[in-house]
């Protein structure tokens, strides 16, 4: 166990030499500084205060009993070695202990932090943080690439899973939610890598999205009526534009009578329904036996009787089997994809059907993905760090080997407001569509219409 930082936080990772180091001015100081004890105070107060800890009654033990009880052990080691340390830094020290402890060190503080979305490690000692849509230099430090590991073993094995140079990748997540990537060297030369996607604490819905200007009312109701109406819908976007945010959205709309199962590398959907079966993936043992892949968990969700199927990502072999589940009477079912318009969407399926090797045309792919997606959502992160919905495509059908889009909303950057924030408007497509018998058979066609005719007003 590897006590936690403290002090003067300028620790150097072993044979680096940084020739631009970061601006000071652009470092944000997310938490006070710590007093100026010499490192050597510190550590000695450190390693005192563990070697008085009982390490069975601190297992047991709550952390708020564990914060006050340590603070108290540094109070009395303080005393004996004549330090003078106030209340505050007694609190302090005691505080980083008890992470270090029995959490995650000094990124504890950030995942606390509501107001941060991502957190991303490059070594000891720098840690990037977003705000905002903003990426950020903070001022948080680990003391050295030894600790930087061991925080990184923690969350490899809350979970199962194994990192270390033999294994020097993993997807995990932590206990509430977050997802979490780490790579360990000799593939990271800066020592371990550690990107962490939090996950929210409250679920977020179109109403929500909406005050965040991640897109208008009537575009909310358009995807709400998708949801309502059991279209197939794909999410597509970039990394971090809010592409789970957006299935989490949709899915509040989900009947709570259904089945829902959800297929996912690491899980981090957040359903409010009762009936909602979750898979995850695993990955090999230390023989490389027992790999558990999304594709072997959407043929096994086929025969779990599922209403729909919602997969976190697709990204391989397994977009086959969803458009499969798709086809088959698994109407409403959702999914992610990584791609920069609707139409580059279609074109990453077709490859991706193509890397499972099914050995079927072109053509016949095609058809195959006509016939299962309704709606492809495209959402973006743009520049001043905002994330919109830039497109609402409807897949209508084939002319000759062509798949036929229709741009049910199409977003049109304007300008750039005094406070920096882009704004523009949709353009809007009245055609009918394709699925306008479905509308009426769940009574939602007027309310299609009626919610294109509010977007397309002036």
Aim: charged letters at 25%; proline letters at 6%.
């Amino acid at each position: 166990m590897h006590p936690p930082s403290f002090g003067k936080r300028n620790v150097q990772p072993a044979q680096r030499s940084d020739s631009v180091r970061p601006d000071p001015a652009s470092v944000i100081d997310l938490f006070p500084a710590p007093p100026p004890l010499p490192d050597s105070t510190i550590t000695d107060l450190r390693t005192s205060c563990l070697a008085r800890l009982d390490p069975n009654a601190v297992a047991a033990m709550a952390p708020e009993r564990l914060t006050t009880d340590v603070e108290r052990i540094v109070s009395e080691i303080a005393t004996e070695r004549k330090v003078q340390l106030n209340a505050r830094e007694q609190r302090m020290l005691a505080a980083e202990l008890v992470h270090d402890i029995l959490g995650l060190g000094p990124l504890e503080l950030l995942l606390e932090d509501d107001t941060i979305n991502d957190i991303m490690v490059n070594g000891p000692d720098k840690t990037f943080v977003e705000r905002g849509g903003k990426v950020t230099l903070s001022n948080i430090r680990f003391r050295d690439t030894a600790h930087l590991q061991n925080i990184c073993q923690r969350i490899a094995a809350a979970v199962g899973r194994r990192i270390d140079e033999s294994s020097p990748m993993v997807d995990a997540r932590l206990k509430d939610g977050s997802r979490v990537n780490i790579v360990f060297p000799p593939l990271a030369l800066d020592g371990p890598y550690i990107s962490i996607r939090k996950f929210g604490k409250k679920a977020v819905d179109f109403a929500q999205l909406v005050s965040w200007k991640a897109l208008t009312l009537p575009v909310a109701r358009i995807l709400e009526i998708a949801s309502q109406a059991r279209l197939n819908v794909v999410v597509s976007g970039g990394t971090g534009s809010g592409k789970t945010t957006m299935i989490n959205a949709m899915s509040r709309l989900i009947d709570h009578g259904e089945r829902v199962v959800t297929v996912e590398d690491a899980a981090e959907l957040q359903f409010q329904q009762p009936h909602v079966v979750r898979l995850e993936t695993r990955p090999s043992s230390l023989e490389g036996r027992g790999e558990i892949n999304q594709r072997d968990l959407v043929r096994n969700a086929l025969r779990m009787r599922p209403d729909r199927i919602i997969i976190g990502e697709v990204r391989g072999g397994e977009a086959f089997d969803m458009l499969q589940a798709m086809n088959t009477g698994h109407d409403g079912s959702m999914s992610t994809i990584h791609a920069n318009t609707t139409r580059d969407a279609l074109t990453r399926i077709e490859n991706m059907v193509q890397m499972g090797n099914m050995g079927l045309p072109s053509k016949a792919i095609r058809t195959q993905i006509v016939g299962a997606i309704d709606l492809i959502v495209q959402v973006e992160r743009h520049r001043d760090g905002g994330r919109r919905v830039t497109q609402v495509t409807e897949v209508c059908g084939m002319e000759g080997e062509i798949v036929t889009l229709n741009d049910v909303f199409q977003f049109e950057v304007l300008g750039e407001g005094p406070d920096g924030r882009l704004f523009g408007r949709y353009k809007v497509s009245r055609v009918p569509p394709t699925f306008q018998r479905r509308l009426q058979y769940f009574g939602l066609d007027r309310a299609w219409k009626a919610a294109l005719e509010e977007a397309d007003q002036p």
